[in-house]
């Protein structure tokens, strides 16, 4: 899997793009593969760049980027290629001025609203669903003279998820789509506000968590004062595995501990599937760590580290292709063998996917000596890809698709496997199946994905 993307939006009474900065820091895991700040101080300016945060930006840059008011991202594409023209955040010229944009997620019907605004003589300079939006957004700002009626108004058009900030002007403003899909939260900080995508980011500036955009929520920061434009929403459909993964564990999300869940599953994993004559739990690092302290809890049995982490590799699944993957997995992790030697070993990871990466840690520890490796996975089994701004292998190299759980646990080498499952996930976490996306897990959507057969049918009738 491929993680989605961060977004930042801060206003201060003081000249604010350390904040931002920081902000983006704490949201690095989200996105490796470009970073980028908009600031507006009587004009708009904009610096953008391939790579992680500390890497994009200089002090320089900084001094440069003067401000009171301002958005950040960083960025994995999910839509449009690996290049700077699509990192964000975007910025696009309209008849009234222009305004920046940062998105997270992925709008299901964005090649449709792409040919009318195309019709209507818009000119796109790249295939990412954020510039579309920003175009869409632009039309009816034209047309009202008023953001959150071009928001109400593009919401209407907008199928998919999002989670945005945009700059125009002296505004900053947070968006969530009507499912409340992707994570959008707001907080007060000294000197004024701020709107991002995990609370971590907001604990990185001292700020005061507020709590969740909901669903389908426009916040509107000006003049250091909050509104809030709620409209009816749907039905919710958070993404699950920002809980399990995807975001940080000091999170708060959703009114969630993401910490509180996965160490809940963890214990769950311990109560259902324990192995008496293990000697030691361990988790593969640093994804798997919160569940393994549940399982061993629960379990009793000693927590121990058997992997030892290079943390200067990134997450191996942002790698753009999968030999550079294979690859990482190898200067990524290594054995330690005091722990590991002659040990049965319950090895605690947060999801299967392909996998090739379990697989290859199994092999490692079973070459540093241990005598038995025992699987336990604190999320379900993956059996679909997600349209909804998680970019996942295809549906055939996903290993659970047509694979049964004995099936998986012979092709990567392990000696006992066990999946929490979709019921006992969410009974650990407390969460009503009914407020969660778990299409990946079921093929059950909160919006369907539009096919190009369908699109162009539609297309044609225009």
Not at 154 to 161: D, F, Q, T, V
């Amino acid at each position: 899997m491929h993680d989605e993307c961060g977004v930042v939006g801060i206003t201060s009474t003081e000249n604010l793009p350390l904040k931002i900065y920081y902000a983006l820091y704490a949201l690095q895991h989200r996105g490796q593969e470009s970073a980028g700040i908009a600031t507006y101080n009587d004009r708009m300016k904009l610096r953008r760049g391939m790579g992680l945060v500390p890497e994009v930006f200089t002090e320089e840059d900084l001094n440069s980027l003067e401000g009171n008011k301002g958005i950040g991202h960083v960025r994995y594409s999910t839509s449009g290629e690996s290049k700077i023209e699509s990192s964000q955040p975007l910025m696009v010229t309209h008849q009234k001025g222009r305004l920046a944009l940062a998105h997270n997620g992925h709008i299901t019907n964005s090649r449709e609203i792409r040919q009318e605004l195309e019709e209507d003589g818009h000119v796109f300079s790249t295939g990412n669903d954020t510039e579309i939006m920003a175009h869409l957004i632009s039309k009816y700002l034209i047309k009202t003279d008023d953001i959150v009626t071009a928001l109400e108004r593009s919401k209407e058009k907008l199928k998919g998820s999002y989670a945005i900030t945009i700059l125009i002007k002296d505004k900053i403003i947070g968006l969530r789509d009507p499912h409340g899909i992707k994570p959008l939260c707001y907080g007060k900080h000294k000197n004024g506000y701020i709107i991002a995508s995990e609370s971590a980011a907001l604990d990185t500036i001292e700020a005061e968590l507020i709590g969740d955009v909901e669903p389908g929520e426009i916040i509107v920061l000006e003049n250091q004062d909050l509104k809030s434009y709620k409209t009816k929403q749907k039905q919710k459909a958070h993404c699950f595995f920002e809980h399990v993964y995807f975001a940080r564990p000091d999170s708060i999300m959703d009114g969630k501990s993401n910490y509180k869940c996965r160490l809940q599953i963890g214990k769950k994993l311990g109560e259902k599937y324990p192995v008496p004559d293990a000697d030691l739990v361990s988790p593969v690092p640093d994804s798997g760590i919160t569940f393994a302290i549940g399982y061993s809890e629960t379990s009793g049995l000693k927590y121990a580290e058997s992997l030892m982490k290079n943390r200067y590799v990134g997450r191996t699944f942002i790698m753009p292709n999968q030999g550079m993957r294979e690859d990482a997995v190898r200067l990524k992790l290594n054995a330690v063998k005091p722990n590991v030697k002659d040990k049965e070993i319950v090895l605690v990871d947060d999801s299967v996917v392909r996998g090739t990466t379990s697989k290859r840690i199994i092999k490692l520890l079973k070459k540093a000596g241990a005598k038995k490796v025992h699987l336990r996975v604190g999320a379900p089994k993956i059996i679909s890809t997600c349209h909804l701004g998680i970019d996942m292998a295809n549906k055939d190299q996903l290993i659970a698709h047509n694979s049964t759980t004995e099936q998986i646990k012979q092709k990567i080498g392990a000696d006992s496997l066990k999946y929490i499952k979709i019921n006992e996930m969410l009974d650990a976490m407390n969460l009503n199946q009914n407020e969660l996306c778990l299409g990946c897990l079921n093929e059950k959507y909160p919006i369907k994905k539009q096919d190009n057969k369908t699109l162009q049918t539609k297309i044609k009738q225009k």
